[in-house]
């Protein structure tokens, strides 16, 4: 079935380093992609998005290109604030239009002053 | 802040208890969909409902049910709870879209979740 595999964490970077939060995918078809954070104690954000391929989701500073090539959608920012600390999520929803998103298990992101 | 409100934020339940959580979409959608998500963990797909239909559901078992009002809030009902059940759990509203079409999902946003602790 369809899945969503993020790099594992902890992922700890000092202010203004630049980040790479690497996601993978398997799915049949054309999903949607998408990333959500989720700040502690918080439900989950939509930070970006892209739904096909090639498409460049982009918001704060935040990218992620979608290449069906490599089934990979990786989030980059080039400078990491300490407000950025949070928990990020890869998230796939299947063509077809299923009506539900498949997370990954998340990337812990602390960013030190 | 996406409009999407859930009720209510932390809960104490005892196993083989019954408990139901509420969910407000946001302001013009029609579809709310339910996630669990365990500590660690990222959300796992409970069910969907559309038009006050189930329109897709997860794996979990059906003592996990659901209700969509016409004013399309929604309800997540668990029965005989169990430990493993303790999570929060996340309603997501999406904007009113061509589901039956097969056309592109509508994004969905987030409420802040309903912590449910089973002792």
């Known amino acids: 079935g369809d899945s969503v595999t993020q790099m594992e964490g902890p992922v700890t970077l000092s202010e203004e380093a630049f980040l790479t939060i690497n996601c993978t995918y398997t799915?049949?078809?054309?999903?949607?992609l998408f990333w959500y954070v989720q700040y502690p104690g918080e439900g989950l954000q939509l930070l970006l998005k892209?739904?096909?391929?090639?498409d460049k989701g982009s918001n704060k500073g935040f990218e992620a290109t979608y290449r069906k090539e490599t089934t990979s959608f990786h989030l980059e920012k080039g400078s990491v604030q300490v407000s950025d600390s949070a928990v990020y999520f890869c998230?796939?929803?299947?063509?077809?239009?299923?009506?539900?998103?498949?997370f990954g298990q998340g990337t812990t992101l602390q960013v030190k002053p | 802040e996406t409009g999407v409100t859930q009720s209510p934020t932390h809960l104490i339940k005892t196993r083989g208890q019954q408990v139901t959580l509420r969910c407000s979409s946001q302001?013009?959608?029609?579809?709310v969909s339910w996630y669990q998500q365990a500590l660690g963990q990222g959300p796992q797909f409970i069910f969907q409902?559309?038009?006050?239909?189930?329109?897709g559901r997860g794996n979990f078992p059906p003592r996990f049910s659901g209700l969509q009002f016409p004013n399309y809030s929604s309800e997540l009902n668990v029965n005989a709870l169990e430990l493993d059940d303790s999570a929060l759990y996340l309603c997501?509203?999406?904007?009113?879209?061509?589901?039956?079409?097969?056309?592109?999902?509508?994004?969905?946003?987030f409420g802040p979740g309903t912590r449910l602790t089973v002792l």
């Open positions: 998230a796939l929803s299947p063509s077809g239009n299923t009506g539900k998103l498949i």
């Open positions: 409902y559309y038009r006050e239909e189930e329109n």
């Open positions: 799915a049949t078809g054309y999903p949607s």
């Open positions: 892209a739904t096909k391929a090639d």
């Open positions: 997501a509203s999406s904007s009113p879209g061509r589901i039956r079409l097969a056309a592109l999902p509508g994004t969905q946003y």
């Open positions: 302001s013009g959608h029609n579809t």
